[in-house]
């Protein structure tokens, strides 16, 4: 019984590793997957972009503020809006 449990759990593994083989393979070896990584390369920049503020400077991604329209502001800039 636990010889048949072994085979299915390292079935799944062969599988899993077979598919991460061939997901590496696609990211790094086709014109396919340099299109991928620069798509991220740009939301990776595009990210830290939206963390740095003009006035106050960069701020970690978890300190800004998410109005209700979906745009983030910087925590102080936020601050002085509603002090206004
Ligand atoms: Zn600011």
């Given at each position: 019984?636990?010889?048949?449990?072994?085979?299915?759990?390292?079935?799944?593994?062969?599988?899993?590793?077979?598919?991460?083989?061939?997901?590496?393979?696609?990211?790094?070896?086709?014109?396919?997957?340099?299109?991928?990584?620069?798509?991220?390369?740009?939301?990776?920049?595009?990210?830290?972009?939206?963390?740095?503020?003009?006035?106050?400077?960069?701020?970690?991604?978890?300190?800004?503020v998410?109005l209700?329209?979906?745009?983030q502001v910087c925590?102080?800039c936020y601050?002085?809006?509603?002090?206004?």
């Amino acid at each position: 019984m636990s010889v048949i449990i072994i085979e299915g759990v390292l079935f799944v593994a062969l599988i899993a590793a077979g598919g991460a083989l061939l997901y590496w393979l696609i990211l790094y070896f086709t014109p396919m997957g340099v299109r991928l990584r620069q798509t991220s390369n740009r939301k990776r920049i595009e990210r830290a972009a939206e963390t740095v503020c003009s006035v106050h400077g960069p701020l970690a991604e978890d300190q800004l503020v998410r109005l209700a329209s979906g745009e983030q502001v910087c925590p102080d800039c936020y601050k002085e809006i509603l002090n206004a």
